[in-house]
């Protein structure tokens, strides 16, 4: 496999939304907007992080770009391809080469199969390698997550919850993907197992040329594995930029807030934390203009009417925010 590009877009989203109906209100038929008019692109062998509170749309998003979820507008493109437009035979194909790691291992995985037939599964339905050869490739792939390859004759109701992760994990790769969507990938697993699998998703970056969609709340997970972060508030994208200066300089209030939750090992360090004020909208009534404006200490009447595009700063950075004078007092922390 060639060395990917640094700049080249491999999986594109171009003003994506996805909206679930969720009854009516009289004749009225009524949605929740998930996801909503989002363009991102993930580079090809960079790792973009994507983070965000509860119901912030990260997993909807995630699945979008799989077509796991189909967008209600938008498009999605797999290098060069367009997702969004494939039949179902080409669409299975194309499956191969994007994988998802599911949030709920257990959920996820079938509890009628053993270990070894989980994760041979896709190697049986794309056809690779012959079926003699398959249980050396799952007893391979299970070791290189930290299983013993005598897991493999296991089920999965006999594992422990970050056992099944590490299976979910082995899953996804054994077809050797160029994409992956992780969902909180290691959210179940304790910090130690957290360390190998981030060391493991690395080593198959550099090896394999991967690609990766990490989605997760654990700030300091993200800072570690991460190339590039998007931050979503309720279905948009809020601000995009490379992991270190997102870190150090939050451009976007809400980005602020998120890092200034993030613990700091030393108690002799005294943290000031900042709070969000007001209750999270709901994505069936959002607020007009910026979705953030009825919690930003920096809302004024112009950002109740203009949706607020997210804008490259020049600097590697994008961020959906109008207000340039408050953008700069987040960033320097004033």
Excluded at 230 to 248: K, Q
């Amino acid at each position: 496999m060639s060395a990917p590009s640094a700049n080249r877009e491999l999986v594109q989203a171009k003003g994506v939304s996805v909206r679930f109906a969720v009854g009516r209100r009289g004749l009225r038929r009524r949605y929740l907007n998930a996801v909503d008019g989002v363009d991102l692109a993930v580079r090809e062998g960079e790792v973009l992080a994507l983070v965000g509170e509860s119901g912030s749309g990260k997993t909807t998003l995630g699945r979008a770009l799989l077509r796991l979820v189909e967008p209600t507008q938008g498009k999605v493109i797999f290098d060069g391809r367009e997702v969004t437009d494939m039949g179902a035979a080409e669409l299975r194909g194309l499956r191969r080469e994007m994988q998802i790691v599911f949030q709920d291992p257990f959920a996820s995985l079938d509890p009628r199969m053993t270990v070894g037939e989980i994760v041979a599964e896709g190697l049986a339905i794309h056809g690779i390698g012959l079926a003699s050869d398959r249980a050396a490739r799952v007893a391979q792939m299970l070791s290189l997550v930290g299983l013993d390859p005598e897991h493999a004759s296991r089920y999965p109701h006999a594992m422990s919850g970050g056992q099944r992760q590490r299976v979910g994990i082995a899953r996804a790769l054994a077809v050797n993907p160029r994409f992956v969507v992780a969902d909180e990938a290691v959210s179940s697993l304790d910090v130690s197992v957290q360390a190998q699998i981030i060391n493991v998703l690395h080593e198959l970056r550099e090896r394999l040329g991967l690609t990766m969609l990490f989605i997760s709340h654990n700030l300091g997970v993200v800072r570690v594995i991460a190339d590039r972060v998007a931050v979503m508030y309720l279905g948009r994208v809020v601000e995009l930029a490379p992991t270190r200066e997102l870190f150090e300089r939050p451009a976007h209030p809400y980005t602020r807030v998120l890092l200034a939750s993030l613990p700091v090992p030393d108690p002799r360090v005294r943290q000031s934390i900042e709070l969000l004020r007001g209750e999270l909208p709901s994505g069936i009534d959002r607020p007009s203009g910026c979705v953030f404006r009825t919690r930003c200490p920096y809302a004024t009447q112009e950002c109740a009417r203009d949706v607020p595009p997210l804008a490259d700063r020049g600097d590697g950075r994008k961020v959906a925010c109008i207000h340039p004078l408050a953008a700069s007092a987040a960033a320097t922390g004033n």
